[in-house]
């Protein structure tokens, strides 16, 4: 049983370009949460996906958005990317919102 | 607001050395839980524990053991005879969430040299 995966492991973007994150929930999961930890931090909650929407949001701006497929899976897009964007994204996924979340590996962003 | 704060942000032992980990959080909920995560450097969040408000008692697990008190709105965690595998940094969370939408601690940092 797979758990939590997300690509790409690695990107490098530039200041000013968009990127897309990916995640696949573990299996029988339907409810995805996005964190951002910059390096030397804790985690920050992003977002919530629930059903296709987003039903909990972090302190972060616009640029930041989401999206649920049928399938559960997710993605976060980050707009006009600043230097400070640079951090590892983690992914996390539960069987609804009622029960605990189960973290992915990450992907490392690294804005140049 | 939530909040949670690990003081310590680096510690290092010898091996074999016992070794605890603080965290005080802060919340208004009377319902919440906490965790403890082990983030090695592959960077992957290895979960440790979960502990619910309602649940004051101390667990043991091998090597590790935790100590929950309410009155002082502590979660510490404490490695017995650390071993150089037990490096890595460690966050203590809260959710008032059933286990979703974490505060982090900043992390504690803990190296266990040879």
Request: glycine share 8%.
């Amino acid at each position: 049983d797979a758990g939590v995966t997300q690509s790409p492991t690695h990107l490098i973007k530039t200041r000013g370009q968009q990127v897309t994150l990916r995640c696949s929930p573990k299996s029988g999961h339907d409810t995805v949460s996005w964190y951002q930890q910059a390096l030397g931090q804790g985690p920050q909650f992003i977002f919530q996906y629930y059903e296709e929407e987003e039903r909990q949001r972090g302190n972060f701006p616009d640029r930041f958005s989401g999206h649920q497929f049928p399938n559960y899976s997710s993605e976060l897009n980050v707009n006009a990317l600043l230097l400070g964007d640079s951090a590892l994204y983690l992914c996390a996924s539960s069987p609804g919102t009622l029960y605990e979340q189960y973290f992915g590996p990450g992907t490392r962003l690294t804005v140049t | 607001a939530q909040k949670v704060t690990q003081a310590q942000t680096e510690i290092s032992v010898v091996e074999k050395e016992d070794v605890t980990l603080d965290c005080v959080y802060e919340t208004r909920d009377t319902t919440y839980y906490l965790f403890w995560y082990k983030q090695p450097p592959s960077g992957e969040l290895v979960f440790l524990i979960r502990r619910n408000s309602f649940d004051e008692q101390n667990e043991i697990s091998g090597r590790y053991s935790w100590n929950f008190q309410k009155s002082t709105s502590s979660f510490n965690f404490t490695i017995t005879a650390s071993q150089v595998v037990d490096s890595a940094v460690y966050f203590c969370a809260l959710s008032a969430d059933y286990g979703q939408n974490f505060v982090f601690g900043p992390g504690t940092r803990l190296s266990v040299l040879p």
